[in-house]
């Protein structure tokens, strides 16, 4: 009972944070791509095609996460072997990079726009 209590809030938080992304950030962001395609040449609209591209692997990325949280909640072998890297990555003090990449990744995600 407990692991289908943390799958269902694993699966609500990604699909949470993906539905606010894609209702509040992606719709001005997309916005302001279109119009400098609309205005500038070959270089804003390669921006606007790559941020296409990576609006679309959002919704697989959230699926492989889910997926990932899944088998982790679910499968003993992928459970003992994630307790097992959790444990290295604690002992080497390289817990935070995960952390540190999810932030970067999805901060990228929200920032294409502005990069010129």
């Known amino acids: ?27 001005e962001i997309s916005k302001a791509l ?4 609309v205005n500038g040449g070959d270089q804003a609209a390669r921006h606007l095609r ?3 591209m990576l609006k679309d692997g959002l919704h697989i990325l959230t699926g492989t996460l889910t ?6 909640c679910f499968s003993t ?4 072997g994630m307790l097992t ?5 604690s002992q080497s003090g390289v817990h935070g990079v995960l952390a540190l990449l999810c932030s ?13």
């Open 34 to 37: 279109a119009l400098q395609q």
């Open 67 to 72: 997926l990932l949280a899944a088998l982790a």
């Open 50 to 52: 790559e941020f296409e």
């Open 85 to 89: 890297l959790h444990q290295k990555l």
């Open 1 to 27: 009972m407990k692991r289908i209590i943390i799958f269902g809030l694993l699966a609500a938080i990604l699909w949470t944070a993906e539905n606010i992304w894609l209702s509040a950030r992606q719709p």
């Open 104 to 116: 970067v990744s999805l901060l990228s995600l929200t920032t294409v726009a502005f990069v010129s």
């Open 77 to 80: 072998g992928i459970r003992r």
